[in-house]
């Protein structure tokens, strides 16, 4: 007798940069990834790959990864042993899962957002709770009140600040109001309030972190990453921060060395030197307004956002993925999604440099809505 296994739930991104050079017969060099919310540029850092690596890459990286948390540590104001080094945030993510979710759990995610916390919830077997967020008319806004409803018997709820891939974004007053609640709740019912995890993957580019709550909710747990304001995708570094205590059963999780010694050294220079972070933030910027401007101009429907990227909204699903081929026949690529997604009719578009921009705005000149 064959078992019925059910494929686990996976992520699933567009086709790569050769995959589309090939099948739009265009050069490799012309097509531009407008879909994953990257940077244009990585940061000079010629100086730290020119140097040998203490331990030598024959060794192991620290195994307390001293240099990298204290970096980490002094960037984000908190103390030391508050910081667990991942590869990538989407390792935080997973190790959040593994610590907190066991089968049959309950995680709450307010949706639409970054598909993993759904991905690695039910990895764990436990059931997704979703909660919908306000439509696009209101912003996006998070229902308070139905997270905290629905959170009274889970043991999980993950938060997105600044939201991938509405761009919308709570300030930390508005996190620390579920927050309350969530005591509140927990302490009526006579039990442990869920794990928070937060998280802050575009946060640099509001600069206003939600890390000073875990001293009254100690179960938060933020999520960064160097992929993003950082401009460093490719060293697949991030961090899980919290208070020790809840921080510990994560660590368990994490295989020894995931971070590698030469992605280590990069992140903890680029943690010493903000103003490299804070210039690509400025960037990202200007040419956020400038792209928001010229899609309006064009009488697209682009929606405000406090990240690197914009989700643009079009007639219908049918519109969306005529768009998406136009753009992709030009070499840019956009993020679609899929049919059964609630933005079905949205395309999403990282803010890249000016001059990649301006081949997104001429070639959206021709795209009917
Ligand atoms: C909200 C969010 N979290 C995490 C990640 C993954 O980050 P990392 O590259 O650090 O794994 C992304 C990447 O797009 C993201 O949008």
Known sequence: MTENVQPLPTYA??????ALAARY???????????????????????????SFDPPLCEY???????????????????????????GADEALDLIARANLREGS??????????????????RGAKVVSVPRSGARW????????????????????????NNPTGSYEPPERVADLLELLTADAADDGREPPTVAVDEAYVEFVGRSVLPLRSDYPKLVVVRTMSKAHALAGARVG?????????????????????STVSAAIATAALRRPELAAAN?????????????????????????????????LSSPAAANAAAETFLRSGLVPRTFASDHSL?????????????????????????K
Not at 75 to 81: F, I, L, M, P
Not at 239 to 259: D, G, K, Q
């Open 25 to 51: 017969g265009l050069p490799r060099e012309s097509i531009v990834r407008f879909d994953v919310n990257t940077s244009a540029f990585a940061p000079d850092l010629a100086d730290v790959l020119a140097k």
């Open 281 to 313: 933030v400025t960037r990202v910027s200007v040419q956020r307004t400038r792209l928001l401007t010229s899609l309006a101009d064009l009488k697209w429907h682009p929606h405000p956002s406090a990240a690197n990227f914009i989700l643009v909204q």
């Open 106 to 123: 309950v995680a709450v995610v307010p949706t639409p957002t970054y598909s993993m916390y759904r991905i690695v919830s039910e990895q």
């Open 239 to 259: 961090f899980a921060v919290a208070r020790p205590e809840t921080l510990a059963p994560i660590v368990a999780y994490r295989a020894p060395a995931s971070v």
């Open 61 to 87: 990286p620290p195994s307390d990864y001293a240099e990298l948390v204290a970096a980490a540590a002094d960037a984000y104001q908190v103390a030391r042993d508050e910081v667990l080094p991942t590869a």
């Open 139 to 162: 912003g996006f806004e998070l229902d308070i009140r139905a997270i905290a409803r629905a959170a009274r018997n889970a043991s999980l709820v993950w938060l997105c600040e600044p």
């Open 13 to 18: 991104w567009e086709p790569t940069t050769d």
């Open 344 to 368: 079905a009719d949205c395309l999403r578009l990282t803010v890249r440099s000016a001059a990649e921009n301006d081949r997104l705005i001429e070639a959206a000149r021709g795209i009917p």
